[in-house]
């Protein structure tokens, strides 16, 4: 009986999993655009899949982000028209004519102010720190995605933020882009297939340092920290100052390194520590209290 009670406090317990994966999202290229202040968030997201029966697809979106736009192949679907404005439901149907086995691209373009999975906070010094926080199924409130762990995808991100602000995303930044008007955007790609649970972004004023790579016995892993600037010379000598070691370890004990890098995020997950892919995020107070310990660190690294 105590072992139910316990598992019923987990997050997971909070509803019945009636989410099912109903088609194979290959491929998700996100366009985000953050503000300068406030929390309204414009997006684009075009997904590539790869039909497994005649069902439509359903893509997750809370109803407080409105869509205003879907492509299907690029051109828009008439059917469809009524139901952009007015949602009252999460799941989005977007039906198609295709075969099983074929490949089909969906765009969704909205924007909204989202209630969860996206948290607009502040750094230590007052300025604008944004953050993803989409453990378990968290992603559907700002992102048109299938959130169900089950299906996972590969993903580019290109993140609009004002100048001066890095981005950080999952996987390898491949540029950096400066717009006329004053902002930057941030272009990351991960090729190897996550789920929608880890997929996420940062936007802060970060101190990145570099740490040596990790595992060139095996193969090499390029890794970082992403801090805020009072805790970098900290976390360096602190929680981080083995963080290679750990990856050396794990890759001889369980298997090479799976992805191009690895960066150590201080950030405003609601968690002790979150194992995003190849972007582990940490919280903020746990850098102000000095309670981030070499535990925590191996444990987020042995998730990846």
Same mark, same amino acid.
């Given at each position: &009986?105590?072992?139910?009670?316990?598992?019923?406090?987990?997050?997971?317990?909070?509803?019945?999993?009636?989410?099912?994966?109903?088609?194979?999202?290959?491929?998700?290229?996100?366009?985000? @655009?953050?503000?300068?202040?406030?929390?309204?968030?414009? $997006?684009?997201?075009?997904?590539?899949?790869?039909?497994?029966?005649?069902?439509?697809?359903? @893509?997750?979106?809370?109803?407080?982000?409105?869509?205003?736009?879907?492509? &299907?192949?690029?051109?828009?679907?008439?059917?469809? /028209?009524?139901?952009?404005?007015?949602?009252?439901?999460?799941?989005?149907?977007?039906?198609?004519?295709?075969?099983?086995?074929?490949?089909?691209?969906? &765009?969704?373009?909205?924007?909204?102010?989202?209630?969860? $999975?996206?948290?607009?906070?502040?750094?230590?010094?007052?300025?604008?720190?944004?953050?993803?926080?989409?453990?378990?199924?968290?992603?559907?409130?700002?992102?048109?995605?299938?959130?169900?762990?089950?299906?996972?995808?590969?993903?580019?991100?290109?993140?609009?933020?004002?100048?001066?602000?890095? /981005?950080?995303?999952?996987? /390898?930044?491949?540029? @950096?882009?400066?717009?006329?008007?004053?902002?930057?955007?941030?272009?990351?790609?991960?090729?190897?297939?996550?789920?929608?649970?880890?997929?996420?972004? $940062?936007?802060?004023?970060?101190?990145?340092?570099?740490?040596?790579?990790?595992?060139?016995?095996?193969?090499?892993?390029? &890794? /970082?920290?992403?801090?805020?600037?009072?805790?970098?010379?900290?976390? $360096?000598?602190?929680?981080?100052?083995?963080?290679?070691?750990?990856?050396? +370890?794990?890759?001889?004990?369980?298997?090479?390194?799976?992805?191009?890098?690895?960066?150590?995020?201080?950030?405003?997950?609601?968690?002790?520590?979150?194992?995003?892919?190849?972007?582990?995020? +940490?919280?903020?107070?746990? +850098?102000?209290?000095?309670?981030?310990?070499?535990?925590? @660190?191996?444990?987020?690294?042995?998730?990846?």
């Amino acid at each position: &009986m105590l072992l139910l009670l316990l598992a019923l406090q987990q997050p997971l317990s909070a509803r019945a999993d009636t989410l099912t994966q109903v088609q194979d999202a290959a491929n998700y290229d996100f366009t985000l @655009v953050l503000p300068d202040s406030g929390s309204h968030l414009l $997006g684009q997201v075009q997904t590539r899949w790869h039909l497994t029966s005649t069902r439509p697809i359903e @893509v997750q979106l809370d109803t407080a982000m409105r869509v205003v736009r879907v492509l &299907m192949d690029g051109k828009p679907d008439a059917r469809l /028209a009524r139901t952009l404005y007015g949602r009252d439901q999460v799941t989005l149907v977007i039906p198609h004519e295709q075969a099983p086995g074929d490949t089909i691209t969906t &765009m969704i373009r909205y924007h909204g102010y989202p209630r969860a $999975g996206l948290v607009f906070g502040k750094d230590p010094e007052g300025q604008a720190a944004d953050f993803a926080d989409n453990w378990p199924d968290h992603a559907h409130y700002w992102l048109p995605v299938q959130d169900v762990p089950a299906d996972k995808a590969t993903a580019s991100f290109h993140i609009e933020v004002p100048e001066g602000y890095q /981005a950080i995303a999952n996987g /390898a930044l491949e540029r @950096v882009d400066t717009l006329p008007r004053g902002r930057t955007v941030w272009h990351y790609r991960i090729a190897e297939p996550i789920p929608v649970y880890t997929m996420v972004v $940062g936007v802060a004023r970060f101190t990145v340092t570099s740490l040596p790579d990790a595992a060139c016995a095996v193969r090499c892993v390029p &890794m /970082a920290l992403w801090t805020f600037s009072r805790d970098s010379a900290w976390a $360096g000598q602190g929680p981080f100052r083995r963080a290679g070691d750990m990856v050396d +370890y794990f890759s001889t004990l369980i298997g090479p390194f799976p992805y191009e890098r690895l960066s150590h995020v201080e950030s405003a997950t609601r968690f002790g520590g979150m194992e995003n892919s190849t972007a582990i995020f +940490y919280p903020e107070k746990a +850098y102000l209290d000095h309670k981030l310990n070499e535990e925590t @660190v191996a444990h987020e690294t042995a998730h990846q």
